[in-house]
């Protein structure tokens, strides 16, 4: 493939990532706070606005997320499976993981008021992103080795 | 280093830096395109009173942000430094060394905005100036490492270089001339850091 168009699906993934993580923590902790002393009904038609742009912003970078990674999987198939079983468990458990975090994404925005338990879907799904941030590091880093080392240490030992 | 301590230090390195790239740039984002739009209703003074206040609120989040950036950055520097001396590296330095660039001026440009009690004049704007730095500076870095990853793909001495092996590389070691042929086997065992 094509370097430049490898580095912009590359960067087309780590954007919306940080769309997604970076808005959510903003979405959840930064603007509850900054908004704190307005009257109630302020505060809430604040947020329910922000919350609009949010989800229209989030479902963009869900689909520039999925149309990234599928691309980016199938190029980079063939090195998880030297790595077999290692890389494939952990890139199964990141997809798993951006499965989980879509549906709790599109649930909690879902509607024109957010559910009773928006925040605490809220934190759920921080938690979820960053392990799922750290699984796929580890993916980076385990299909860069050499395939005997990851498949020694699945099988038990170095 | 030993392999178990490498072998945690690395990823969470680059868990560290993703992480606090998505504090930083997601929160610039939402900072600069969604709260002016959602507080657009409220009187003057309440818009003042909401931006002070998330300003103060997100600057813990760009210290955070940037304090991990430091740390993680300065990991993955320390492991390929040696690689960035060799010839063969010397695009793929100058790529580094440009996001290494263009992320302190957005890590700087950051602070400077949050720092202080009240914000420099047309924050807004300057805001809008470190999310296209920042975006530019991620660009970098994706190229970056999808150069260095190109470069570790071609053959040395009839073996599959790793990003581990490059740690251990010595320019001493480099062949006058390049094999044509491509490997037809993985490396047994992982060289000695």
Redesign the interface.
Known sequence: MNAVLIVILRWLHIIPAAVAIGGLIFMRFVLPAATRSLEEEQSREVFLRARRIFKIMLHASILLLIISGVINSIRLYPQYVQHRPLAMALWHTHMFLAVIVFVISFWSLAGKAPPASHRTAAIVNVILLFILVAFSSTLQYVSQMPVSDTTATSSGGR | MP?WLY?IV???S??LH??C???????????E???P???E??KRE?QL???A??RL??RW?VWIGVAGLLVSGIVSLQRMWKPYQLEEFGYVSRWAFAHVGLGAIGMVLGLVLTIGREPPENPVRWMRLNLVVL?VA??LG??T???Q??L?ERPREGR?R???GWMSFEPTTQPTTQPTTQPTT?????PSP
Not at chain 2, 186 to 190: D, G
């Open positions: 392999y072998d690395y990823p969470l680059r868990w993703i992480v790239t998505t504090l930083i740039v997601g929160g610039t984002l939402f900072f395109l969604v709260l739009i959602a507080i209703d409220l309440q009173y909401v931006f206040r998330a609120v997100f989040v975006l991620i660009f994706s190229a490492r999808h150069f990853l190109s570790a599959m790793s990003a581990d993985q490396p047994a065992t992982r």
